[in-house]
């Protein structure tokens, strides 16, 4: 065989060699990548999960929260209720008073205490008030 043969087939080989190289390079750098996407991805998907986990006790106790703020809804609809009427019957007592704009004091001593309860329910808010307007009708001891 002459040398130009010779070579040809040596650099073809060597193309071949070299080819086939950056080829398994190629391929294995896929597979690498791959795998760092699916580790990843699967990192990923484990965070989404646990912040969901974390949300379900917060909603858990935002669903406690709202319930626990009806029913001091409710509670302070009732002590407000029942103030009303409390004021309306010492009102109806006075009503031909009023005409010159004169209070018995019964009616002042239900304003004042609305007023005192209104301030309470201000700086304390209203789950924390409801419960003390239970006995201010009728006689508040102070």
């Known amino acids: 065989m002459t ?11 060597f193309a071949a060699v070299l080819a086939g190289f950056l080829m398994l390079r190629a391929y294995y750098i896929g ?7 699916a580790k990843r991805t699967s990192a990923d998907l484990q965070a989404v999960v646990d ?10 106790a ?42 018995d004091a019964a009616s002042l001593q239900h304003l004042d205490d609305a007023r005192e309860r209104a301030a309470e329910a ?9 419960t003390a307007t239970a006995g201010a009708l009728g006689g508040q001891s102070r």
């Open 51 to 60: 912040l969901i986990e974390s949300h379900k006790g917060l909603i858990q």
């Open 122 to 130: 201000a700086t304390r808010g209203l789950r924390g008030s409801a």
């Open 3 to 13: 040398t130009r043969i010779k070579l040809a087939i040596v650099l073809a080989l």
């Open 62 to 103: 935002a669903n406690l929260a709202s319930g626990e703020m009806n029913a001091a809804v409710v509670k302070r609809q009732a002590a407000d209720s029942k103030t009303t009427r409390s004021m309306k019957n010492a009102l109806a007592k006075t009503a031909g008073d009023r005409v010159d704009c004169r209070f």
């Open 31 to 37: 597979v690498g990548a791959a795998g760092e996407r």
